[in-house]
């Protein structure tokens, strides 16, 4: 179910519980300001979601709330992720789901990073 992107934060969610080592990750990168990890539900070859630590429902949350170390580390994280994959000479894909008409099931801001084989196009025309 999509989430209310506009709602407070919810310590209970499955990002946070990662954050805190509850429940188990595939990290593959950790600064100060944010964390990397594999997609359990894998959509292409490289699926890496990287989340801020600090505590951000969507990317609309972080962009009102966050100071600019924080953006700045968690920008710089996930471009460094992708350089570590070998992604920029093939090309890859971000996707940041923001509250419900941009289905987003997870109420953590998480950067979808998606590589390894060629996208389509981006929203299928009706
Ligand atoms: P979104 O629709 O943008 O909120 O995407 C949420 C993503 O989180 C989906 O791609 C899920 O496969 C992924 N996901 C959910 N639970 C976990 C988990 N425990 N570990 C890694 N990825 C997860």
Redesign the pocket.
Known sequence: MPIDATAPYDDQN?FAK?LRDE?P?KKVYENEFALA?????P?API?I?VIPKGRYVSWDDFTTTADDAEIAGFIRAVGHVAREQGLPAPGYRL???IGGHG????PHL?I?IFGGRQMREMIPRS
């Open positions: 499955i990662i429940i990750s990890f594999h997609d359990i539900n959509q699926h979601l996707l940041a789901n289905h987003q099931e997870v998480h979808h």
